[in-house]
Protein backbone atom coordinates (compact mmCIF):
# COMPACT_ATOMS: atom_id res chain seq x y z
CA UNK A 1 0.00 0.00 0.00
CA UNK A 2 1.51 3.16 -1.39
CA UNK A 3 1.25 6.51 0.74
CA UNK A 4 -0.77 9.87 -0.67
CA UNK A 5 2.66 11.60 -1.75
CA UNK A 6 3.32 8.45 -4.06
CA UNK A 7 -0.07 8.36 -5.55
CA UNK A 8 -0.29 11.97 -6.48
CA UNK A 9 3.84 11.06 -7.82
CA UNK A 10 2.71 8.46 -9.68
CA UNK A 11 -0.28 10.89 -11.10
CA UNK A 12 1.83 13.92 -12.01
CA UNK A 13 4.31 11.91 -14.01
CA UNK A 14 1.15 9.81 -15.41
CA UNK A 15 0.21 12.81 -16.84
CA UNK A 16 2.72 14.66 -18.01
CA UNK A 17 3.89 11.91 -20.23
CA UNK A 18 0.59 11.61 -22.65
CA UNK A 19 -0.77 14.15 -24.78
CA UNK A 20 -3.86 15.91 -24.50
CA UNK A 21 -6.88 15.61 -26.94
CA UNK A 22 -8.18 18.88 -28.77
CA UNK A 23 -11.68 20.46 -27.03
CA UNK A 24 -14.42 20.40 -29.61
CA UNK A 25 -14.58 24.74 -28.78
CA UNK A 26 -10.42 24.11 -30.00
CA UNK A 27 -11.62 21.79 -33.51
CA UNK A 28 -14.52 24.40 -33.96
CA UNK A 29 -12.22 27.65 -33.80
CA UNK A 30 -9.58 25.74 -36.34
CA UNK A 31 -12.35 25.07 -38.90
CA UNK A 32 -13.58 28.70 -38.37
CA UNK A 33 -9.62 30.10 -38.64
CA UNK A 34 -9.24 27.90 -41.92
CA UNK A 35 -12.22 28.76 -43.94
CA UNK A 36 -11.74 32.58 -43.41
CA UNK A 37 -7.96 32.13 -44.86
CA UNK A 38 -9.43 30.57 -48.01
CA UNK A 39 -8.19 32.44 -50.95
CA UNK A 40 -10.32 34.38 -53.33
CA UNK A 41 -12.13 33.67 -56.26
CA UNK A 42 -11.84 37.59 -57.57
CA UNK A 43 -9.87 40.41 -56.41
CA UNK A 44 -13.09 42.61 -58.24
CA UNK A 45 -15.79 40.20 -59.38
CA UNK A 46 -16.24 40.57 -63.31
CA UNK A 47 -19.50 42.30 -63.67
CA UNK A 48 -18.33 45.22 -61.14
CA UNK A 49 -15.26 45.53 -63.37
CA UNK A 50 -17.41 46.15 -65.96
CA UNK A 51 -18.88 49.19 -64.26
CA UNK A 52 -17.75 51.71 -67.00
CA UNK A 53 -19.71 50.20 -70.20
CA UNK A 54 -23.10 48.80 -68.67
CA UNK A 55 -23.36 50.51 -65.08
CA UNK A 56 -26.27 53.02 -65.85
CA UNK A 57 -23.57 56.26 -64.36
CA UNK A 58 -22.13 55.77 -67.91
CA UNK A 59 -24.85 53.87 -70.23
CA UNK A 60 -28.87 55.51 -68.73
CA UNK A 61 -27.50 58.92 -66.99
CA UNK A 62 -25.71 59.76 -69.82
CA UNK A 63 -28.55 58.98 -72.56
CA UNK A 64 -31.11 60.86 -69.98
CA UNK A 65 -28.36 64.06 -69.80
CA UNK A 66 -28.69 64.54 -73.13
CA UNK A 67 -32.22 63.38 -75.09
CA UNK A 68 -34.52 63.81 -72.03
CA UNK A 69 -33.46 66.48 -69.39
CA UNK A 70 -37.28 66.23 -67.38
CA UNK A 71 -36.56 62.48 -66.90
CA UNK A 72 -32.83 63.39 -65.61
CA UNK A 73 -34.29 65.60 -62.91
CA UNK A 74 -36.97 63.03 -62.24
CA UNK A 75 -34.28 60.78 -61.69
CA UNK A 76 -31.56 62.30 -59.51
CA UNK A 77 -34.44 65.07 -57.74
CA UNK A 78 -32.03 67.85 -59.56
CA UNK A 79 -32.10 70.02 -62.78
CA UNK A 80 -29.02 69.07 -64.66
CA UNK A 81 -27.58 72.57 -64.29
CA UNK A 82 -28.21 72.19 -60.70
CA UNK A 83 -26.83 68.76 -60.17
CA UNK A 84 -23.46 69.46 -61.95
CA UNK A 85 -22.65 72.65 -59.70
CA UNK A 86 -23.50 70.54 -56.53
CA UNK A 87 -21.03 67.60 -58.03
CA UNK A 88 -18.37 70.71 -59.19
CA UNK A 89 -18.46 71.79 -55.40
CA UNK A 90 -17.98 68.70 -53.58
CA UNK A 91 -15.45 66.78 -55.86
CA UNK A 92 -12.87 67.98 -53.47
CA UNK A 93 -14.17 67.13 -50.56
CA UNK A 94 -15.30 63.25 -51.84
CA UNK A 95 -12.27 62.92 -53.96
CA UNK A 96 -10.27 60.22 -52.92
CA UNK A 97 -6.70 59.01 -54.16
CA UNK A 98 -5.49 56.33 -56.26
CA UNK A 99 -3.44 53.75 -55.40
CA UNK A 100 -1.23 50.96 -56.73
CA UNK A 101 -4.03 48.27 -55.90
CA UNK A 102 -6.54 49.96 -57.52
CA UNK A 103 -8.36 53.47 -59.07
CA UNK A 104 -10.67 55.04 -56.65
CA UNK A 105 -14.19 55.75 -57.68
CA UNK A 106 -15.36 58.37 -59.62
CA UNK A 107 -16.51 61.47 -57.36
CA UNK A 108 -19.53 61.68 -60.00
CA UNK A 109 -20.13 58.01 -59.17
CA UNK A 110 -20.36 58.64 -55.39
CA UNK A 111 -23.10 61.50 -56.17
CA UNK A 112 -25.29 59.90 -58.70
CA UNK A 113 -25.48 56.62 -56.01
CA UNK A 114 -25.92 58.90 -53.10
CA UNK A 115 -28.67 60.98 -54.81
CA UNK A 116 -30.85 57.89 -56.24
CA UNK A 117 -30.62 56.64 -52.58
CA UNK A 118 -32.27 59.66 -51.20
CA UNK A 119 -34.89 59.86 -54.07
CA UNK A 120 -35.91 56.34 -54.13
CA UNK A 121 -35.40 55.48 -50.81
CA UNK A 122 -33.85 51.91 -52.06
CA UNK A 123 -31.46 49.90 -50.21
CA UNK A 124 -27.46 49.71 -51.07
CA UNK A 125 -28.47 45.91 -51.86
CA UNK A 126 -30.84 46.90 -54.49
CA UNK A 127 -28.77 49.64 -55.68
CA UNK A 128 -25.62 48.54 -56.44
CA UNK A 129 -27.23 46.24 -59.52
CA UNK A 130 -27.78 49.38 -61.16
CA UNK A 131 -24.56 51.09 -60.89
CA UNK A 132 -22.54 48.22 -60.09
CA UNK A 133 -20.99 49.34 -57.07
CA UNK A 134 -21.18 46.86 -54.14
CA UNK A 135 -23.10 47.74 -51.01
CA UNK A 136 -20.37 47.49 -48.52
CA UNK A 137 -18.71 50.42 -50.27
CA UNK A 138 -21.41 52.02 -51.16
CA UNK A 139 -22.07 52.27 -47.23
CA UNK A 140 -19.07 53.91 -46.55
CA UNK A 141 -19.20 56.71 -49.08
CA UNK A 142 -22.99 57.94 -48.98
CA UNK A 143 -22.95 59.52 -45.71
CA UNK A 144 -19.39 61.01 -46.73
CA UNK A 145 -21.37 62.40 -49.72
CA UNK A 146 -24.00 63.91 -47.65
CA UNK A 147 -21.78 65.34 -45.00
CA UNK A 148 -19.78 67.22 -48.10
CA UNK A 149 -23.57 68.86 -49.20
CA UNK A 150 -24.13 69.91 -45.61
CA UNK A 151 -19.97 71.22 -45.14
CA UNK A 152 -20.67 72.91 -48.58
CA UNK A 153 -24.42 74.29 -48.95
CA UNK A 154 -25.74 74.56 -44.93
CA UNK A 155 -24.48 77.93 -44.05
CA UNK A 156 -25.56 79.03 -47.08
CA UNK A 157 -28.76 77.55 -47.50
CA UNK A 158 -30.22 77.27 -43.82
CA UNK A 159 -29.73 80.51 -42.01
CA UNK A 160 -31.73 81.25 -38.56
CA UNK A 161 -32.28 85.04 -38.89
CA UNK A 162 -30.06 86.66 -36.00
CA UNK A 163 -31.50 90.39 -36.47
CA UNK A 164 -34.43 92.62 -35.76
CA UNK A 165 -34.27 93.30 -39.82
CA UNK A 166 -34.34 89.41 -40.74
CA UNK A 167 -36.77 88.32 -38.83
CA UNK A 168 -38.69 91.42 -40.17
CA UNK A 169 -38.65 90.14 -43.65
CA UNK A 170 -39.56 87.32 -42.82
CA UNK A 171 -42.61 88.75 -40.58
CA UNK A 172 -43.37 90.71 -43.62
CA UNK A 173 -43.73 87.82 -45.87
CA UNK A 174 -45.94 85.73 -44.43
CA UNK A 175 -47.84 89.04 -44.17
CA UNK A 176 -47.94 89.46 -47.73
CA UNK A 177 -48.53 85.65 -48.53
CA UNK A 178 -50.64 84.64 -45.77
CA UNK A 179 -52.40 87.49 -44.24
CA UNK A 180 -51.46 87.04 -41.10
CA UNK A 181 -49.86 89.69 -39.11
CA UNK A 182 -45.99 89.74 -36.80
CA UNK A 183 -45.36 85.98 -37.60
CA UNK A 184 -41.55 84.77 -37.75
CA UNK A 185 -41.42 81.74 -38.39
CA UNK A 186 -44.15 77.84 -38.21
CA UNK A 187 -42.78 74.79 -35.90
CA UNK A 188 -43.22 71.68 -36.16
CA UNK A 189 -42.12 67.86 -35.69
CA UNK A 190 -42.00 64.66 -37.72
CA UNK A 191 -40.63 61.69 -37.25
CA UNK A 192 -38.15 60.03 -39.44
CA UNK A 193 -37.99 55.77 -39.32
CA UNK A 194 -35.21 53.92 -38.52
CA UNK A 195 -34.06 50.45 -37.73
CA UNK A 196 -33.26 49.73 -33.73
CA UNK A 197 -30.01 51.00 -32.88
CA UNK A 198 -28.35 48.11 -30.90
CA UNK A 199 -28.82 48.11 -27.09
CA UNK A 200 -30.89 51.44 -26.98
CA UNK A 201 -34.11 49.43 -25.52
CA UNK A 202 -37.55 51.73 -26.51
CA UNK A 203 -35.20 55.05 -26.80
CA UNK A 204 -36.20 55.65 -29.73
CA UNK A 205 -39.49 53.37 -30.14
CA UNK A 206 -42.45 55.89 -30.42
CA UNK A 207 -46.03 56.33 -29.73
CA UNK A 208 -47.11 55.22 -33.38
CA UNK A 209 -45.27 51.86 -33.01
CA UNK A 210 -41.86 52.22 -34.46
CA UNK A 211 -38.61 53.17 -34.48
CA UNK A 212 -37.31 56.97 -35.14
CA UNK A 213 -35.53 59.67 -34.86
CA UNK A 214 -37.62 63.21 -34.35
CA UNK A 215 -36.68 66.26 -36.96
CA UNK A 216 -38.15 69.51 -35.57
CA UNK A 217 -37.85 72.78 -38.01
CA UNK A 218 -38.74 75.94 -38.50
CA UNK A 219 -40.01 77.03 -42.14
CA UNK A 220 -40.52 80.44 -43.30
CA UNK A 221 -43.33 81.96 -45.47
CA UNK A 222 -41.50 80.32 -49.00
CA UNK A 223 -41.57 76.60 -47.29
CA UNK A 224 -37.59 76.64 -47.01
CA UNK A 225 -35.59 75.51 -43.53
CA UNK A 226 -34.42 78.25 -41.82
CA UNK A 227 -33.63 76.38 -38.71
CA UNK A 228 -33.85 72.76 -37.85
CA UNK A 229 -33.27 69.94 -34.38
CA UNK A 230 -32.29 66.56 -36.15
CA UNK A 231 -32.15 63.72 -33.74
CA UNK A 232 -33.85 63.45 -30.85
CA UNK A 233 -34.83 59.94 -29.82
CA UNK A 234 -38.61 59.07 -31.18
CA UNK A 235 -39.83 58.52 -27.52
CA UNK A 236 -40.16 62.06 -26.88
CA UNK A 237 -43.05 64.64 -28.04
CA UNK A 238 -43.17 67.98 -29.58
CA UNK A 239 -43.57 70.08 -26.66
CA UNK A 240 -40.82 67.84 -24.77
CA UNK A 241 -38.52 68.37 -27.45
CA UNK A 242 -39.00 71.99 -27.70
CA UNK A 243 -38.90 72.74 -24.04
CA UNK A 244 -35.15 71.45 -24.55
CA UNK A 245 -33.80 72.82 -27.63
CA UNK A 246 -31.67 75.53 -28.15
CA UNK A 247 -34.76 77.55 -29.80
CA UNK A 248 -36.61 78.09 -27.14
CA UNK A 249 -33.63 78.78 -24.91
CA UNK A 250 -32.65 81.90 -26.86
CA UNK A 251 -36.52 83.12 -27.00
CA UNK A 252 -36.37 83.01 -23.30
CA UNK A 253 -33.00 84.71 -22.55
CA UNK A 254 -34.08 87.25 -25.30
CA UNK A 255 -31.13 86.58 -27.62
CA UNK A 256 -32.93 85.19 -30.97
CA UNK A 257 -32.43 88.61 -31.70
CA UNK A 258 -36.50 89.52 -32.11
CA UNK A 259 -38.11 92.61 -33.27
CA UNK A 260 -39.41 94.68 -30.60
CA UNK A 261 -43.01 94.42 -30.39
CA UNK A 262 -44.93 96.99 -32.75
CA UNK A 263 -48.84 97.74 -33.35
CA UNK A 264 -50.87 95.68 -35.98
CA UNK A 265 -51.40 97.02 -39.43
CA UNK A 266 -54.37 99.47 -38.94
CA UNK A 267 -53.77 99.38 -35.26
CA UNK A 268 -52.49 101.75 -32.16
CA UNK A 269 -51.27 98.77 -30.05
CA UNK A 270 -47.91 96.84 -29.79
CA UNK A 271 -47.82 93.38 -30.69
CA UNK A 272 -44.83 91.29 -29.75
CA UNK A 273 -43.59 88.88 -32.97
CA UNK A 274 -44.29 84.91 -32.20
CA UNK A 275 -44.02 81.47 -34.10
CA UNK A 276 -47.14 79.53 -34.84
CA UNK A 277 -47.85 75.91 -34.19
CA UNK A 278 -50.20 73.32 -33.21
CA UNK A 279 -51.75 72.48 -29.94
CA UNK A 280 -48.61 70.33 -28.81
CA UNK A 281 -46.94 73.35 -28.07
CA UNK A 282 -47.27 75.83 -25.04
CA UNK A 283 -49.33 78.81 -25.82
CA UNK A 284 -47.29 81.71 -25.22
CA UNK A 285 -46.77 85.08 -26.12
CA UNK A 286 -43.69 84.58 -28.66
CA UNK A 287 -45.59 80.94 -29.39
CA UNK A 288 -49.44 80.81 -30.92
CA UNK A 289 -51.08 77.95 -31.41
CA UNK A 290 -55.28 77.17 -32.20
CA UNK A 291 -58.33 77.69 -30.38
CA UNK A 292 -59.32 74.45 -28.55
CA UNK A 293 -61.71 72.82 -31.34
CA UNK A 294 -64.89 71.97 -28.93
CA UNK A 295 -67.56 74.58 -28.50
CA UNK A 296 -65.87 77.24 -30.84
CA UNK A 297 -67.14 80.73 -31.90
CA UNK A 298 -67.38 82.05 -35.18
CA UNK A 299 -64.46 84.23 -34.01
CA UNK A 300 -62.51 81.21 -32.92
CA UNK A 301 -63.31 79.50 -36.12
CA UNK A 302 -61.89 82.36 -37.76
CA UNK A 303 -59.06 83.25 -35.99
CA UNK A 304 -57.98 79.49 -36.12
CA UNK A 305 -58.40 79.42 -39.61
CA UNK A 306 -56.20 82.48 -40.12
CA UNK A 307 -53.97 80.45 -38.22
CA UNK A 308 -53.75 77.16 -39.69
CA UNK A 309 -52.85 79.24 -43.37
CA UNK A 310 -49.76 80.31 -41.78
CA UNK A 311 -48.90 77.46 -39.90
CA UNK A 312 -49.56 74.74 -43.29
CA UNK A 313 -46.69 76.26 -44.68
CA UNK A 314 -44.72 73.99 -42.46
CA UNK A 315 -46.88 70.98 -42.88
CA UNK A 316 -46.14 71.51 -46.93
CA UNK A 317 -42.55 72.26 -46.42
CA UNK A 318 -42.37 68.29 -44.70
CA UNK A 319 -44.48 66.93 -47.51
CA UNK A 320 -43.07 68.80 -50.54
CA UNK A 321 -39.34 67.66 -49.22
CA UNK A 322 -40.36 63.85 -48.45
CA UNK A 323 -41.88 63.36 -51.96
CA UNK A 324 -38.98 64.54 -53.74
CA UNK A 325 -36.23 62.65 -51.19
CA UNK A 326 -38.39 59.34 -50.40
CA UNK A 327 -35.43 57.96 -48.17
CA UNK A 328 -37.41 59.93 -45.48
CA UNK A 329 -40.82 57.57 -45.87
CA UNK A 330 -39.20 54.33 -45.92
CA UNK A 331 -36.95 52.61 -42.44
CA UNK A 332 -33.52 53.70 -42.85
CA UNK A 333 -30.97 51.23 -42.04
CA UNK A 334 -28.31 53.32 -40.90
CA UNK A 335 -27.23 53.88 -37.67
CA UNK A 336 -28.83 57.50 -35.79
CA UNK A 337 -25.74 59.62 -36.52
CA UNK A 338 -25.68 58.54 -40.23
CA UNK A 339 -29.68 59.12 -40.21
CA UNK A 340 -29.40 62.52 -39.17
CA UNK A 341 -26.18 63.52 -41.96
CA UNK A 342 -29.23 62.20 -44.78
CA UNK A 343 -31.83 64.38 -43.20
CA UNK A 344 -29.30 67.59 -43.11
CA UNK A 345 -28.64 67.04 -46.32
CA UNK A 346 -31.82 66.51 -47.70
CA UNK A 347 -33.20 69.51 -46.07
CA UNK A 348 -30.20 71.39 -47.64
CA UNK A 349 -30.74 70.11 -50.85
CA UNK A 350 -34.29 70.89 -50.63
CA UNK A 351 -34.05 74.61 -49.48
CA UNK A 352 -31.04 74.71 -52.32
CA UNK A 353 -34.21 73.82 -55.11
CA UNK A 354 -36.58 76.50 -53.17
CA UNK A 355 -34.12 79.14 -53.47
CA UNK A 356 -33.13 78.42 -57.35
CA UNK A 357 -36.38 77.00 -58.65
CA UNK A 358 -39.30 78.45 -56.52
CA UNK A 359 -42.03 77.80 -58.84
CA UNK A 360 -40.83 74.03 -59.41
CA UNK A 361 -43.60 71.72 -58.61
CA UNK A 362 -45.68 74.25 -57.54
CA UNK A 363 -49.13 71.82 -57.17
CA UNK A 364 -47.20 70.26 -54.72
CA UNK A 365 -48.66 72.96 -52.21
CA UNK A 366 -51.59 73.39 -50.24
CA UNK A 367 -54.49 76.06 -52.44
CA UNK A 368 -56.68 78.09 -51.64
CA UNK A 369 -60.24 78.10 -54.00
CA UNK A 370 -61.65 81.14 -52.43
CA UNK A 371 -64.85 81.11 -55.14
CA UNK A 372 -65.49 77.51 -54.39
CA UNK A 373 -64.78 78.01 -50.72
CA UNK A 374 -62.73 74.67 -50.82
CA UNK A 375 -59.14 74.23 -49.88
CA UNK A 376 -57.35 72.11 -52.45
CA UNK A 377 -54.43 70.03 -51.34
CA UNK A 378 -51.22 69.76 -52.14
CA UNK A 379 -50.01 66.40 -54.23
CA UNK A 380 -47.69 65.53 -51.48
CA UNK A 381 -51.08 64.56 -49.41
CA UNK A 382 -51.49 62.02 -52.11
CA UNK A 383 -49.02 59.69 -51.18
CA UNK A 384 -47.33 58.28 -47.98
CA UNK A 385 -46.32 60.98 -45.80
CA UNK A 386 -43.88 61.50 -42.60
CA UNK A 387 -45.81 60.72 -39.43
CA UNK A 388 -46.69 63.57 -36.73
CA UNK A 389 -45.28 63.18 -33.47
CA UNK A 390 -47.56 62.67 -30.98
CA UNK A 391 -48.39 65.04 -28.08
CA UNK A 392 -48.09 63.14 -25.03
CA UNK A 393 -49.68 64.89 -21.98
CA UNK A 394 -47.75 66.79 -19.35
CA UNK A 395 -47.06 69.87 -17.97
CA UNK A 396 -46.90 72.16 -21.16
CA UNK A 397 -49.79 74.81 -19.70
CA UNK A 398 -50.91 78.26 -21.12
CA UNK A 399 -49.03 80.80 -19.79
CA UNK A 400 -52.15 84.14 -18.96
CA UNK A 401 -50.45 86.66 -20.99
CA UNK A 402 -50.37 84.18 -24.08
CA UNK A 403 -54.18 83.47 -23.53
CA UNK A 404 -54.68 87.41 -23.41
CA UNK A 405 -52.45 87.94 -26.57
CA UNK A 406 -54.65 85.15 -28.93
CA UNK A 407 -57.78 87.05 -27.45
CA UNK A 408 -56.37 90.21 -28.76
CA UNK A 409 -55.04 88.38 -31.87
CA UNK A 410 -58.93 86.99 -31.82
CA UNK A 411 -60.44 89.89 -32.21
CA UNK A 412 -58.05 91.93 -34.38
CA UNK A 413 -58.38 89.36 -36.81
CA UNK A 414 -62.28 89.09 -36.72
CA UNK A 415 -61.90 93.62 -37.45
CA UNK A 416 -61.93 95.32 -40.29
CA UNK A 417 -58.21 96.56 -39.95
CA UNK A 418 -57.49 92.64 -39.85
CA UNK A 419 -60.00 90.47 -41.41
CA UNK A 420 -59.84 89.58 -44.93
CA UNK A 421 -62.99 89.17 -47.53
CA UNK A 422 -63.24 85.47 -47.82
CA UNK A 423 -62.41 84.29 -44.37
CA UNK A 424 -66.03 84.24 -43.39
CA UNK A 425 -66.86 82.37 -46.29
CA UNK A 426 -63.78 79.72 -46.14
CA UNK A 427 -65.13 78.63 -42.47
CA UNK A 428 -68.52 78.48 -43.89
CA UNK A 429 -70.12 78.31 -40.11
CA UNK A 430 -73.71 76.49 -39.50
CA UNK A 431 -76.54 78.48 -39.15
CA UNK A 432 -79.72 78.34 -37.10
Known amino acids: MCSYAQISTAGCSYGIGRRRRPSVCQLLFKRRAQRFVRNRRYWVKPWISRRGQLGQYDTLMRELREEDPDAFTNYMRLPIELYDEVLARITPRITKQDTWWRKALDPGLKFACTMRHLASGDSYSSIKWDFRVPSNTMSMFVPEVCQAIIDEYAAEVIACPTTPAEWKEIANEFLGRWNFPHVCGALDGKHVACKCPPNTGSTYYNYEGFFSIVLMALVDADYKFIWLDVGPDGAASDAQIYNECELKEVLQNKTIGFPDPEPLPG ?83 HNLMRIRYPNMNINQVDREDVENETIIPGEWRLGRNMLDVVNVQGANRATVQGKRQRQYLKHYLNSAAGSVPWQMRMINPRRE
Open 267 to 349: DDRNMPYFFVADNAFQLRTDMMKPFPFRNMTVEERIFNYRLSRARRVVENAFGIMSQRFQILLSTMQHSPDNVRIIVQACVCL
